[in-house]
């Protein structure tokens, strides 16, 4: 099972996340949980947004049909967009608060 785990996370750089909690009812330690803010590859996610622009563009100015056959792509914007601000909306409170103690 290690060599897998290891092969695995070679391959993809990210550790495979238990779903719960191990069979002793003990929780995963943090580096287990760690996963890719978006399980696709970078230059997917990229194609995805760059393919929502002209659709939302089209769909806005144009007719409304544009925004119904790009709004896969325009969903992937929004969902792109929303996380990114989360992400900058936490580093900024943990950057804020004298508590926190290690780096961003």
Same mark, same amino acid.
């Given at each position: 099972?290690?060599d897998?785990?290891?092969?695995?996370?070679?391959?993809?750089?990210?550790?495979?996340?238990?779903?719960?909690?191990?069979?002793?009812?003990?929780?995963?330690?943090?580096?287990?949980?760690?996963?890719?803010?978006?399980? /696709?590859?970078? $230059?997917?996610?990229?194609?995805?947004?760059v #393919?929502? *622009?002209? !659709?939302l563009?089209?769909?806005?100015?144009g /007719?409304?049909? $544009?925004l119904?056959?790009?709004?896969?792509f #325009?969903? *992937?914007? !929004?969902?792109?967009?929303?996380?990114?601000?989360?992400?900058?909306?936490?580093?900024a409170?943990?950057?804020?608060?004298?508590?926190?103690?290690?780096?961003?």
């Amino acid at each position: 099972m290690s060599d897998q785990r290891q092969t695995d996370t070679e391959t993809t750089g990210v550790a495979d996340a238990p779903d719960a909690s191990f069979e002793d009812g003990s929780l995963p330690d943090g580096e287990d949980l760690l996963r890719p803010v978006f399980p /696709h590859p970078p $230059w997917a996610v990229g194609m995805a947004l760059v #393919i929502a *622009v002209p !659709f939302l563009v089209l769909g806005l100015v144009g /007719h409304w049909v $544009w925004l119904l056959l790009g709004s896969p792509f #325009i969903l *992937v914007l !929004f969902v792109w967009v929303t996380v990114r601000l989360i992400e900058r909306n936490r580093r900024a409170q943990n950057s804020d608060d004298p508590d926190h103690e290690g780096s961003a």
